[in-house]
């Protein structure tokens, strides 16, 4: 059971469906994920203004429970928002938050774990 939740979780996403990030309204980064594995890389590369403008206005979260369907994930995010953090210290959280989940969900496909 963990296993199809896992893998709806880890699936390519459509281009509907994929994360866009934005350092404001209107200003689009040219960057975006179309899976979470791509979210996780895509955490390192963009602006961390992208990261706050998100993170502060709950899109993380809502991303990763309307399209992702992941509801552990989005309340990890919504941990690291209570920290407060921005700039580099909220890239590295997140990333390490996320990479920590990604890698969870890849385990429980994995049948040898």
Known sequence: ?????????????SREEAFYFFT???????VSASS???????IREVNTKSLEF?????D???WATEVLEDEKLA?????????GVTGGALRDQLYF?????????KRQLSPFS
Do not use: C, D, P
């Open 24 to 30: 404001s309204i209107g200003n689009y980064t040219g």
């Open 54 to 58: 998100h993170l502060y206005r709950w």
């Open 75 to 83: 309340e990890q995010i919504k941990s690291v928002r209570s920290l």
């Open 97 to 105: 938050t996320v990479l920590k989940r990604y890698e969870e969900l």
């Open 60 to 62: 993380f979260e809502k």
């Open 1 to 13: 059971m963990g296993g199809s939740s896992a893998s709806r979780t880890l699936r390519k996403l």
């Open 36 to 42: 979470l594995e791509e979210f996780v890389e895509k």
